[in-house]
């Protein structure tokens, strides 16, 4: 009987017996570990995974941690100034030993499943608190209480309507009683000389006010 297991994403054809290299697992040597991903079963009968076999496993006995062979990487870059690089690397690895192939009932069996070393996290952080959104530098100004919708005058926006309220403009009937005086002082105020009389503000005020 064989399977087809995967682990640290190869793919393997194992018998019990055989002895493989695999990518680096959390496991002490010694230790007794089972693959879970067991892709197929071959023998009397083929069974096929979609993607894996349920209830199959391939257990096996961890012989030692090893490094793979050395493997050099040269770069050159012509262009940058003919530089050149050398890298040596030898991939971290775990020598073990099949034991058993099951065909069904791993998940009662109790052996260890065999998790790659970069799997193997410490407790997860305790998420971060989110920033507090930052306040509006600027708020608006709340308008008073009862006060009038000064945006119905011609030429008023929100921004406008800011500004008068911040003034201490806040009904119809204070605008209706603006005097030639009044009119230049808050021509100067809001920065749109002529914008009052051209708008007609005061008149629109008086008929607002009744």
């Given at each position: 009987?064989?399977?087809v297991?995967?682990t ?11 002895v493989?290299?695999v ?10 570990i089972q693959f ?6 071959g023998g009397?009968?083929?069974v ?12 096996a ?10 493997l050099?990487?040269?770069v ?24 058993d ?8 069996s ?11 996290a ?5 998420p971060?608190?989110a ?14 209480e ?11 926006g929100?921004a406008?309507?800011k ?13 209706a009683?603006?005097?030639d005086?009044d ?9 749109f000389?002529?914008r ?8 629109q005020?008086?008929?607002l006010?009744?």
């Open positions: 009987m064989f399977a297991l995967k640290g994403g190869k793919q393997y054809k194992v018998q019990a017996g055989d493989l290299r990518e680096k697992l959390a496991a002490d040597a010694g230790e007794k879970n991903e067991v892709l197929m079963l009397d009968k083929t096929v995974g979609a993607p894996f076999v349920e209830g199959a496993a391939v257990q006995d961890v012989i030692d941690q090893i490094k793979g062979d050395k050099i990487k040269f050159k870059r012509r262009r940058k100034h003919s530089s050149k690089r050398t890298v040596g690397h030898r991939q971290k690895l775990t020598l073990v030993r099949v034991t192939i099951l065909a069904s009932g791993a998940d009662k109790g052996v260890k499943a065999a998790i790659g070393s970069g799997s193997v410490a407790a997860p952080a305790a971060a608190k920033a507090p959104k930052k306040a509006a530098a600027k708020k608006a100004a709340p308008a008073a009862g006060a009038d919708d000064l945006k119905k005058l011609s030429g008023v929100p406008l309507e500004k008068l309220l911040e003034a201490g403009i806040t009904s119809f009937a204070q605008i009683a603006w005097t005086a009119i230049a002082e808050f021509d100067e105020k809001l920065s000389k002529g009052i009389e051209r708008e007609g503000w005061v008149e005020a008086k008929d006010a009744k």
